[in-house]
């Protein structure tokens, strides 16, 4: 059964930190490119950062440029999400999903998804 499952969310103060997993089964996560997306109450789910297959290309939103890292353990399959200086507007459900192609971090290119992890900030 294919799945992607992510973890690591929870309650933070601002300025603290999270990592966020995406762990995949049933499938081998090194043929996909991976995004983070998030969406908060009332918004569009949107784009956080999104990797290649072999992880040498990376993109970032604007918004989290500095703060978030992305990284892949393909030999654990699976995908990571640091996230540094937390801010209460990082508040959201976090999800990752996979894609054939890396082109632009957005949801539509993205075709199967986890069930989403919830990251709230404190202020």
């Known amino acids: 059964q ?6 690591g969310g929870g ?7 999270l990592r966020l ?10 043929y996909y490119a991976i995004g983070w997306f998030r969406q908060a109450p009332g918004k569009e789910r949107e784009g956080v950062s999104c990797i290649s297959s072999g992880g040498g290309s990376t993109n970032y ?10 990284s892949r353990d393909n030999a654990k399959n699976t995908v990571y999400l640091q996230m540094n200086s937390l801010k209460p507007e990082d508040t959201a459900v976090y999800y990752c ?8 971090c ?12 919830q990251v709230t900030v404190s202020s």
């Open 97 to 104: 999903a996979r894609s054939n192609i890396f082109r632009r």
């Open 2 to 7: 294919l799945q992607l499952v992510e973890s």
């Open 61 to 70: 939103a604007d918004s989290v440029k500095g703060r978030f890292t992305i």
């Open 106 to 117: 957005v949801p539509f290119d993205y075709d199967y998804w986890g069930q989403g992890t």
């Open 21 to 30: 997993s995406c762990a995949a089964s049933g499938f081998k996560l090194n």
């Open 11 to 17: 309650l933070v103060q601002t300025g603290g930190s």
